[in-house]
């Protein structure tokens, strides 16, 4: 199973979940506080997602390691294949 199914399939077990007790599909005659805490739901998982997805961008970013070994051999593979180039007469 890919990773978007498993989204998916999650995605689809709360929102079947949500409407069975936020539109009372099933009659179980649940208290009223339950649909008022169940009808925004969705939204209040959005944001959660955003605040989550926000704050692992900004983690990542913030420990992102520079590859200076890596640097300089890419410069020294561009300083190779431009004078290659002018080798074979690539005016710069």
Do not use: H
Request: glycine share 6%; proline share 3%; charged share 20%.
């Amino acid at each position: 199973m890919t990773k978007l199914m498993q989204w998916l399939s999650g995605v689809s077990l709360l929102g079947a979940i949500w409407a069975l007790v936020t539109f009372d599909l099933l009659e179980l005659s649940l208290p009223q506080t339950y649909k008022e805490v169940a009808w925004p739901m969705p939204l209040y998982l959005l944001v959660s997602f955003g605040c989550f997805s926000l704050a692992t961008v900004g983690y990542r970013v913030a420990t992102f390691n520079d590859c200076e070994d890596a640097a300089k051999e890419l410069q020294q593979q561009i300083k190779e294949a431009k004078e290659d180039l002018r080798k074979k007469g690539l005016k710069m």
